[in-house]
């Protein structure tokens, strides 16, 4: 769906991601403009996503979470009703020749977490995240 957030770049098939592999427990609207080009052999793509969790607030208290939940490859994602997160990627695509494109890919998501749910974690590793990836 998006480069970061859920996979789905062009670079990037198996990699972390921040909110995780599966979007469970939320909502999210993604906005795509496509195939933007001002120049010959030059595309882009710039893509918007915002996303908020449908999971009980109370749930991580009740679980005796201490941090926002996480597994070996990345967060499970687990957004509550007071958080929130939001997207925004470029893909640059230069055609070089005729069987050769560079491609560079650009990706940020800032995740909202709720300090009144998660105590601490909101401020956690997982709040700015970003990634630049080149291709040929």
Known sequence: MTALGFGGGDMDSVTWKVLGHNPAGMVAVVAQIDDISFIEDL???????????????EMPRKAQM?????????????????DSSWEVNLVN?????????????LAYVRLNLDGDTWHGAEDSHFKDNYRVSCSF
Do not use: C, M
């Not at 201490?66 to 007071?82: F, I, K, N, V």
């Not at 695509?93 to 890919?105: D, F, H, S, T, W």
């Open 43 to 57: 595309s882009h793509v710039v893509r918007f996503g915002y996303y908020w969790g449908t999971n009980s607030k």
């Open 93 to 105: 695509r230069y055609k070089i020749y005729e069987n050769l494109q560079v491609g560079l890919e």
């Open 66 to 82: 201490t941090t926002w939940p996480s597994r070996q490859d990345g967060p499970a994602a687990y957004l509550t009703t007071t």
